[in-house]
């Protein structure tokens, strides 16, 4: 009897050890959930040639002790595959190699004494360029490297409660061409690592893209990569115009008390230039990484 006591007792200090290991909770600050001390986004780059992967993350809770890269490759896991500081927010996989028949996958989550964050996990084929991950919804979007300035190369579709809408409010429009926001709205939807751009921003993209040819270069057949989306717009009283054949991407600069300046891409003139517009009106937006 007393071997059979001996023998549960040991049974549940087990059980318990086992669920501390995996416990979600921040033990440095138990109030904070494990979703929100995981990494909030994620951004891959491949290498084909030179067999490397670099993932970038954002993380908004300091108090962790660093961040744990788990693999899934050769059908098997590795765990800890990597071991990362608290202050480091990249890693370059060296020895990276797949097709699209064998994905590679990466976990991705803080780490605090034994305790563990969610993941966010990422499954990479064979394919060349850069991915953001946001994590708030799952959302993938491609990037496009212009310069010195790492962009989103597709419209912003993540859902806000108000002041945000799909062109026509049918949401097949949102799933082609982004979702289209007011401007303050706008200002703070981009995910954590990345932001609304500037003025200045959309001035430094033209520069480098060649003003007198911004358009040609901007729009998707074009050869920088922004691929841009004419999404449309909607007016403040509700109507929806111009999808096909116009877009507008909202910079967080203010012009005077009502307007604030943008990017507008017209198809009819075929241009590409500055513009200020009312803020209560519905544009897209095209996060800039920060």
């Not at 995981?38 to 993350?57: F, G, H, K, L, M």
């Not at 496009?144 to 912003?156: D, H, P, S, V």
């Not at 111009?242 to 891409?265: C, K, M, N, T």
Request: contains cysteine.
């Amino acid at each position: 009897m007393k071997r059979k006591v001996l023998i549960i007792l040991l049974s549940i200090l087990v059980l318990c050890a086992c669920k501390k290991l995996f416990e979600p909770d921040n033990p440095y600050d138990k109030n904070t959930p494990a979703d929100l001390w995981a990494p909030a986004s994620v951004y891959y780059n491949v290498d084909t040639v030179n067999s490397n992967c670099i993932i970038e993350w954002s993380n908004q809770v300091e108090h962790i002790e660093g961040f744990k890269i788990d693999k899934y490759s050769n059908d098997e896991w590795e765990i800890e595959y990597a071991i990362l500081g608290y202050d480091e927010r990249e890693w370059i996989d060296t020895n990276f190699s797949t097709n699209d028949e064998t994905p590679i996958i990466y976990r991705i989550y803080a780490y605090a004494l034994n305790n563990i964050s969610a993941s966010l996990e990422i499954s990479i084929t064979a394919v060349s360029g850069g991915v953001l991950i946001d994590r708030r919804d799952g959302n993938f979007y491609t990037i496009a490297k212009i310069g010195n300035q790492t962009w989103m190369a597709e419209n912003l579709n993540y859902y806000t409660r108000r002041d945000s809408w799909c062109y026509d409010n049918n949401t097949s429009n949102c799933n082609l061409h982004g979702r289209l926001y007011n401007w303050e709205t706008a200002k703070t939807v981009c995910p954590l690592g990345w932001k609304l751009p500037s003025k200045i921003d959309f001035e430094t993209l033209l520069s480098n893209v060649g003003d007198s040819n911004a358009y040609m270069t901007l729009i998707p057949s074009g050869n920088s990569g922004f691929s841009a989306l004419f999404g449309g717009w909607r007016t403040s009283n509700g109507t929806f115009y111009d999808v096909g054949g116009y877009g507008y991407f909202w910079s967080s600069s203010p012009d005077g008390s009502g307007s604030a300046w943008g990017l507008s891409i017209c198809s009819n003139d075929q241009n590409a230039y500055l513009r200020f517009s009312t803020r209560s009106v519905g544009f897209s937006v095209r996060c800039l990484q920060e």
